[in-house]
């Protein structure tokens, strides 16, 4: 991604296309990268500016996925995807490991969304900072397999604003431009609801950083907790709540399954905000 699309005006919508058997809402939805693409051109045409496409499912007790097959299933949906989209249209790569993110920058995609924030693959940032592309900084406490056996915190958002801020300086010190540096909280990572919760009510402190903010809380449990839904799929109302709170916060950067109906609440709250 050029650095243009981060200084779009209005929010930037991030479809989530999820290439895996075992993903919490829409695992095993596109089971061929015909069935794959047709989604992600859906989603554009629904108003995603960024296409997220993931091999290793990340939800709570998940087992990891080798380099191999993470590149098996996401490498022919990239190069597909990217001969069918328009050229500012991104993709990105949803992989901890610079193997598979080296292999899907060369396939066409621009951006590296790492929910390790860099710390699972110490090859990473080098990556990134040689390919001088955009990349999301993720918290999570403990990792997909065990982080939410018993996740706790002093004072959660001092802890991730923290850790965010301190792999964006290992990242700007591995020769990654500022510009190129996403910060995203990690909502539901290693964070129990009431975490969730007082992320989702400081956010703007973690956009007052002056780094782009991602928001991903897209169907997630705490949601469900709250609304008493245990089908993620019911979720989506919810979700739209948490994007408009997002924008009147700062945030930038919005990852969600459900594409046009969270577009539609990113631009009224972005056209209220701009009102002031």
Known sequence: MSSDLLKKEGPVIMGILNVTPDSFSDGGMYPNTRDAVVRGLEMVDEGADIIDIGGESTRPGSQRVDADEQKRRVLDVIAALRQELPAEILISIDTTLREVAEAALNAGAGFVNDVTGGTDDADMLALVAERNVPYCIM??????????????????????????????????????????????????????????????????????????????????????????????????????????????????????????????????????????
């Open 139 to 276: 918290h999570m406490q403990g990792r997909p397999g065990n982080m939410q056996d018993n996740p706790s915190y002093e004072n959660v958002t001092k802890e991730v604003k923290e850790f965010l801020l301190q792999q964006a300086v290992l990242a700007e010190q591995s020769g990654l431009a500022k510009d190129k540096i996403i910060l995203d909280p990690g909502i539901g990572f290693g964070k129990r609801t009431p975490h969730n919760l007082e992320l989702l009510s400081q956010l703007q402190d973690l956009c007052d950083t002056g780094y782009p903010v991602l928001l991903g809380t897209s169907r997630k449990r705490f949601m469900g907790e709250i609304c008493a839904t245990e089908d993620p799929a019911q979720r989506m109302p919810a979700t739209c709540a948490t994007t408009a709170l997002g924008v009147l916060a700062g945030a930038k950067i919005f990852r969600v399954h459900d594409v046009w109906q969270n577009k539609q609440a990113a631009d009224v709250s972005y056209a209220i905000l701009m009102s002031k």
